[in-house]
């Protein structure tokens, strides 16, 4: 069975453009996650997903940051305008419920420029 | 704030030498307590997870202890092997909002 998947592997971009990740999360699982990972540092959660509700946004910059999960599987998350500051590893996670195990996808890598 | 500590920050292992990780956390009220390994480049992956009740759990060569009574846990790695090279992040949940406190991480480089 496939595990976590997210698109682009890799992004550079400009600062004050946008860009957009994508994550398929594990079939059947009605948690999906996403983070931010800082090099040497932990992830941190910018937003928790209940089937498509959003259960836990309280970390995403919402003047800039956006996120939807459609159908309640595939997400997007989207950072309109990007800034130097949002270089880092953007990870999608996966559970079958909240508080169970979660699964993590190989990240996007972003580097504004 | 709930908050994980780690140490050490990065240490340096001989291939088949044994190493001792350490997580120190405040998170409360505690509902769990993960270790999870992440390669370079890969999201990271869980390696023992553990309740209040439990206060040890093996996985293959990784031996995690907690002591829920003084909030500390270790992941003890044995025969460290040139695969172990990653970093190891403790991960504490709660149990009153479902969040999860994640440490910076321990970056274990095993040398031949």
């Known amino acids: 069975e496939a595990g976590v998947v997210q698109s682009p592997r890799y992004k550079i971009i400009e600062k004050k453009q946008p860009v957009a990740f994508w994550c398929n999360p594990i079939s059947g699982h009605n948690t999906l996650y996403w983070y931010r990972q800082n090099l040497g540092q932990g992830p941190e959660l910018l937003i928790r997903?209940?089937?498509?509700?959003?259960?836990?946004d309280s970390q995403l910059p919402k003047d800039r940051f956006s996120a939807e999960r459609l159908k309640g599987v595939d997400s997007t998350l989207k950072i309109q305008p990007a800034e130097l500051g949002d270089s880092a590893v953007y990870l999608c996670?996966?559970?079958?419920?909240?508080?169970?195990?979660?699964?993590f996808g190989p990240g996007t890598r972003l580097l504004v420029l | 704030k709930n908050q994980v500590e780690q140490s050490p920050q990065s240490l340096i292992i001989l291939e088949g030498k044994n190493c001792t990780l350490q997580c120190n956390y405040t998170v409360s009220p505690f509902s769990n307590l993960r270790w999870y390994k992440q390669d370079t480049g890969r999201g990271p992956v869980s390696l023992t997870i553990?309740?209040?009740?439990?206060n040890t759990k093996s996985n293959g060569r990784y031996t995690a202890t907690l002591d829920a009574d003084t909030k500390q846990s270790s992941l003890h790695i044995t025969a460290s092997q040139l695969s172990d090279s990653a970093s190891y992040i403790c991960v504490v949940g709660s149990s009153n909002d479902y969040k999860l406190s994640f440490g910076a991480g321990t970056t274990v480089t095993v040398r031949a």
């Open positions: 997903y209940e089937n498509e509700e959003a259960v836990d």
């Open positions: 553990m309740t209040f009740s439990e």
């Open positions: 996670a996966s559970s079958l419920r909240v508080q169970e195990t979660q699964y």
